[in-house]
């Protein structure tokens, strides 16, 4: 995955604080759970729910920064890139699943 120089240059500092802490991280993870294994998906979700509803975006779900994502990519470096990111082997279903349709605002002078 391509990532913007600001965010490897944060997870390269967090990994240099994970790796002076101490703790358990015998798989390199980024994200590890309390005792270095893979996070467990509910738990993630779980966490994701309670910080999104203290901030009041409880709108906002997992799925939401998947799809921006794809929508991005697929608007800057196309479908079929977009496809291939999140590991779909037919276009069309990121296109219907994932993909914003574009809508432009249209202005009408009133008279």
């Not at 990519?73 to 069309?92: C, D, L």
Request: glycine letters at 6%; aromatic letters at 8%; one cysteine or more.
């Amino acid at each position: 995955m391509t990532v913007p120089p600001y965010l490897a240059a944060a997870l390269r500092n967090l990994r240099a604080r994970q790796e002076n802490s101490g703790a358990q991280n015998p798989m390199g993870l980024i994200f590890p759970s309390s005792t270095g294994t893979v996070c467990d998906q509910n738990n993630v979700g779980k966490t994701w729910r309670k910080a999104a509803d203290a901030i009041g975006y409880s709108w906002v779900t997992l799925k939401t920064f998947r799809k921006a994502q794809e929508t991005l990519i697929a608007r800057t470096m196309g479908a079929e890139t977009a496809a291939y990111q999140v590991g779909h082997s037919k276009v069309s279903m990121t296109r219907k699943h994932y993909v914003e349709e574009y809508k432009e605002a249209t202005t009408r002078a009133r008279c």
